[in-house]
Every structure is written in C-alpha cells, then in structure tokens.
C-alpha cells in the first residue's frame, strides 16, 4: 500500500503558493471594497469556523502574493498576452503561441513571486496551445494535455557556454496556425520526434486533448528562481519556475473542473514531473474538484551527483517551488537521493488512482554525460555505465515497492528521449504498459512486470560533455523540418501592455490588526 504522508499539518504552508497568492488577493479586495458582504458571511458562522477564518485569512494576507500589475511588453508580436486570453475565443484545431506577462506589485514596483517569464538569455518566453480539432460538446468534459520540453542543464560558465544555443526559445514558431493533424504529417515523414496531439497512445485518445506545449529554455530543469546569475561574466536567467508557474496559473484559469490531466515530458522536462503534478493535484483539490492526473516521464536526468548538489545546485534556486509545495528542501538539498526523496514526498500525497510511469533506456548517453559532468565519476563509459544504472534501478525498484501506483517501463538498450514518446511508442509492448498509467478510467494497482524489451534504436554519444552536448543534440526534435531558427521578434508594447486593477497589500503587522479589527466590527454588528 501507498505509504501515509508524515509532514507536519500546517495548513497554511501546505496551501500552493497560487492558493496563498489568490487568498491574499481576495482578502484584500474584500476588506477594501465589500465590508458588508463578508460581515454577513462572518455573522453566518459559528465561532469556530470565525477562528478559523481569521486566522486562514491573516496567514495568507501575511505569506502570500498581493495583486499585481502584469505587463507585456516583453512579448513577441506573433503572440496573444495570456491572462488577457481565454481559452474560449481561440480556435479549434489551431495552434497558438502564449505569452504570460511580467507580475510587479501594486504597491513596491518589486516583481511578484515568480513573475518575471523569460529566457535563460533574457529573451521573451512563450507557450503553445492547441483545442482539439473536432469542437468539444458543452457537456463533454475537459481534457488536458502538458508536455514540458527538455534541452540539457547548465550550472557554470562551462556548461552554459556549450549550451548558450537552449537559453533561447526553440524555434517552434512553424506550427502557428497548424493543427496537431497538421504537425503530425510532418513528423511521419520526418525522423525522431512525434507530437502526442496527434495520435492515440493505448487508449487514450489525445487528439481530444486540449495540448499546452512548455518550452524550454533556462537550463534548470523548469525549476529555477534566479534571475541573473553571473558565470564570471556571463549572465544567465535561471527562471524556469517563473515560466511553468504562470503557465500553470493560466491552464488553472481557463479549466476549472477538467476530468484528465496528462502531463509529460522529455529528459529535462521530464525530471520535474512529479513536482507540477502536486501543484497540479493541489490546486484543483483546494477546489473541491476531483481530477485525475496522470504522469508520463520519459527519460529524467534522475541521479544528483554530490559535487553538483554541494557546488552548482544553488545557482538555480529551486527553492522557492519546493517549498511551495511543502516539501523539506533543506534537509534534501544536499542529500545524493534528493531526487528519490521529492518522488517520494509527491507520491506519499498522490492519489492511489493517479497512475505515475517512468520510461527509460538502461543505456542512456544524454543521462550518463551528466551524470559524469555533475560529478558521478571522473571514470570512463565502460565503468561508469554500470555504476549508473545500478543506482538507477535500485532506486526506482525501490519506489515501485513502496507505491503501487509507480511503475517504471525499462527499454534495453542505448538510447534517450524524443518529443511526443517516440522512442517509448516503438516498443510494441509500450502501449499496453501505457494504458495502464493514462487511462482516465483505469484503476489502481498499475503495475505490471516490468517490462524489458530489445530495441534497434541506437544512441550514440562521447562521455565527454563537450562532445557530447554538441552531438547528441542536432538532431533535436523540437526544431522546424522548415523553417530556421526564430531569434527575436519585435516586442508590441502598445497594443498589449495593459495593467491589470491593482489591490494593496500592508505589513504582516499592519494586515493582522486590520483583520482582527474588521473581525470584532462584524461580531459587534451582528
């Protein structure tokens, strides 16, 4: 059985930080401008939930996110200012490009938590979405589909050099106005990619998917809060956090009440799966809505070599989003097994029905180069590649039998990740492992044997970083068939860049006795 969660209960530090965020928010307006609608709210309660509410609201008045005004002028003119886009005037069948806009606070020009989208370069960010092509019914229920991309990791002047080519957005602009029908006919006839939107995996069926595609491009496995780190003069964004989280804000915006959410991604998009599928969960549990949420990882960079979590990890300040979610991160923060222990954290609070699978090569290139460049071992592949999996499998063996609804589909032999599945969707036991994981109606326990097959797919890489990084990686599937890269678009400061109304926000202090004061008014009143 999934074991029981043993983190402390405090309720107000387990609220996602969009929850803290939008409390505060709500909190404020209220006092401000509807003093007697939450007077009669409060007379209606007993004494307890009176408590209660108090100390709820001042909590998130104190911890979370005031309002803030969201700018766009760091946007592309080909893109549509996300929190002024409703999912509902778009078309179906259509793909889109996303810009969510930089969040300052109202009250201190100072940026918001998380609020300042961008590039590892300091270039516009954006994501892509598409509806499904055959309109959806009213009653019909929503389905979504996330994948994350991957693109490596960088952590020093070194690393970040090599890698400067994935701190911009990848050049996915070509499948603007394209349906997933579309986009699917190219890759048939392409090599090594594919696009979920537009197929059927097992039994699901994905071409109903509402398909929000995260681009890639901070270099910190989506995760990071440090906006201008200095390599010995080299600036680099790590804000990836920044770039998943208010994407998030807007899938959580446009579907209140989905039935399925998949979300997926490759290698770097991959490893942090497990952390949006809490903040997933919890936002929409915090809701009293019952989703089902499902993950498919393919490939993650899983093992956290010592050197890189005593010397580089830092840098990228994944802080800020694990403790949102509430996990330990500075008992974790340093530890080997940190990867293992945010699984295990997520999978203690998931649901028994939420089906978690994990894809891998037992001879991964892209994964054993960073394992080495992190750290694991200044050895050759030939030693090293043992050692590496070994760890691996231990590990995740480990997890299967502590969660039943964890289950690990192993392809022997060389190989790492593309777009869409597409080394997984060659296995022909594949889809029979992955209905399993994604059905929205299957049910718990998932796991089957672990399935090992023979493949023909071939991945060669050097062991070195600086060969390897440069090889591995021409042919990356992200990239247009046709069209070049897309550097820089002209920003469109006038037509987009609308304020959003702005509340206030006063001091802890200052909120507490504002609060209390407003609470005694009320039971006076009433």
């Known amino acids: 059985m999934k074991r029981k969660n043993d983190q402390p209960d405090d309720a107000t530090q387990k609220l996602p930080l969009t929850e803290r965020a939008r409390l505060s928010s709500y909190t404020a307006l209220t006092l401000k401008s509807n003093q007697s609608i939450f007077c009669t709210q409060i007379n209606n309660m007993n004494m307890k939930q009176r408590i209660a509410t108090f100390l709820l609201l001042s909590a998130a008045m104190a911890n979370g996110d005031d309002s803030t005004i969201i700018s766009y002028k760091n946007c592309d003119a080909n893109s549509l200012p996300a929190e002024n886009t409703s999912i509902s005037t778009l078309n179906n069948g259509q793909f889109y490009k996303m810009c969510p806009g930089s969040h300052k606070h109202s009250n201190n020009d100072t940026f918001a938590t998380l609020g300042q989208p961008k590039c590892g370069d300091g270039s516009n960010f954006a994501f892509y979405l598409t509806r499904p092509e055959q309109p959806q019914q009213e009653e019909q229920p929503q389905k979504v589909l996330i994948e994350l991309s991957g693109g490596g990791a960088c952590w020093d002047k070194g690393t970040c050099a090599l890698q400067s080519f994935f701190l911009k957005m990848p050049p996915l602009d070509f499948v603007l106005g394209m349906s997933c029908s579309d986009v699917g006919k190219i890759a048939e006839v392409s090599e090594g990619w594919d696009i979920l939107c537009a197929r059927t995996v097992g039994e699901t069926d994905f071409t109903e998917y509402n398909t929000i595609v995260i681009p890639y491009c901070t270099q910190d496995v989506h995760l990071g809060d440090a906006a201008e780190v200095l390599y010995d003069g080299t600036t680099v964004q790590h804000v990836g956090g920044h770039n998943t989280y208010r994407t998030l804000q807007w899938v959580f915006d446009n579907f209140e009440d989905p039935s399925h959410i998949v979300l997926t991604g490759c290698s770097a998009g991959a490893t942090p799966l497990p952390v949006f599928y809490h903040m997933v969960k919890e936002h929409y549990k915090a809701r009293g809505r019952n989703v089902k949420v499902n993950i498919i990882s393919d490939s993650p960079v899983y093992l956290t070599p010592r050197n890189f979590l005593e010397n580089h990890f830092q840098f990228w300040n994944h802080e800020t989003v694990m403790k949102s979610i509430g996990f330990d991160y500075d008992t974790h923060k340093e530890d080997v097994q940190y990867a293992s222990a945010v699984l295990d954290y997520v999978l203690d609070g998931s649901d ?86 994604v059905s929205s109606t299957s049910l718990i326990p998932v796991q089957q044997e672990t399935v090992v097959m023979n493949t023909s797919v071939t991945m060669t890489a050097a062991t070195d970083p600086t060969s390897a990084t440069t090889e591995a990686y021409e042919s990356r599937p992200v990239e247009s068939p046709v069209s070049p890269m897309n550097n820089t678009f002209p920003s469109s400061e006038s037509e987009t860049d609308t304020p959003s109304t702005a509340t206030f926000k006063a001091s802890a202090g200052h909120t507490l006795i504002a609060t209390f004061l407003c609470l005694h008014l009320c039971l006076l009143l009433g």
């Open 352 to 437: 028994d029905t939420d089906g978690i699978g994990l894809v891998s090569h037992n001879d991964d290139a892209i994964s054993l180069m960073y394992y080495i460049a992190m750290g694991g071992d200044d050895d050759t592949k030939t030693s090293v590649q043992p050692q590496w999996w070994s760890e691996m499998n231990n590990s995740w063996s480990q997890t299967m039998n502590e969660h039943e609804n964890f289950d690990v589909f192993i392809i022997n032999g060389s190989g790492h990740c593309s777009s869409g599945l597409y080394f997984a969707n060659q296995q022909p036991d594949f889809e029979k492992w992955v209905s399993n994981i």
